[in-house]
């Protein structure tokens, strides 16, 4: 299979211009939305590696920054400058697209802001991923993010390492045994970056690690046509 390295693109939005990275394999038939957690933008090697390996499989990607992030801010965006981002994002996806469904990934922030932009109503993929849900703050399991999740009916992948910080095992299993259209997958011995001790992999292999479960997920639950 041969795919294209990348179209570098400069999207606008309501919060300001952001960059993105389009890429289409041959074949393509569904296109994940990538976005990047809260300290790294979207050239990091875990969103590179994740992206090309969901090329090499025959999926679609499309990477972005947020504003914050493009204009060199260090603190994240709160949802209402970051949802319209989102929005922008999945606008220009579907305009590139031939038909594919959409699915909205995030790391961590990233995947938290698609989720709020989904029950919001801002965006309508065909479902969500999620690249180490951050459910609650380091160190305080009581400051629960998991409200909104309640109101979305579409299927959700929780990609999740077992020792994350900020996801607390049983309570992360508590939340998604509530939500009918959830799927848990635990990656062994992972911490929120997906690293596992001992194991010797760069960020690039641990992101491409993940591709392969998202793409038998995104062609599992594909809306029929």
């Known amino acids: 299979m041969t795919r294209e390295h990348g179209t570098r693109i400069t999207l606008p939005t309501p919060s300001g211009d952001v960059s993105a990275v389009f890429s289409r394999p041959d074949g393509a038939d569904g296109i994940v939305l990538v976005a990047h957690g809260a300290g790294a933008g979207m050239d990091h090697p875990f969103i590179v590696g994740y992206c090309d390996a969901l090329n090499e499989v025959g999926v679609a990607t499309l990477r972005f920054n947020f504003a914050y992030m493009e204009a ?36 961590s922030f990233g995947g938290r802001m698609a989720s709020m932009a989904a029950a919001e109503g801002a965006i309508e993929p065909a479902g969500l991923v999620f690249l ?27 990609l ?66």
């Open 72 to 107: 060199g801010r260090k603190v994240p965006d709160r949802a209402p400058k970051a949802i319209p981002v989102w929005a922008a994002v999945v606008d220009e996806a579907r305009r590139r697209s031939a038909g594919e469904p959409l699915w909205a990934a995030g790391k």
């Open 160 to 225: 999740q390492g077992t020792r994350d910080a900020l996801a607390s095992a049983d309570l992360l299993q508590g939340v998604v045994s509530k939500l009918p259209t959830a799927t848990l997958a635990w990656q062994e011995g992972g911490d929120h970056s997906f690293a596992v001790k001992g194991a010797k992999r760069t960020p690039y292999a641990i992101g491409a690690s993940l591709a392969e479960p998202t793409a038998a997920f995104v062609r599992e639950h594909a809306p029929r046509a």
């Open 132 to 158: 180490g849900y951050p459910l609650h703050p380091a160190g305080k399991p009581e400051r629960l993010r998991d409200e909104h999740l309640y109101a979305l009916r579409l299927p959700m992948l929780f």
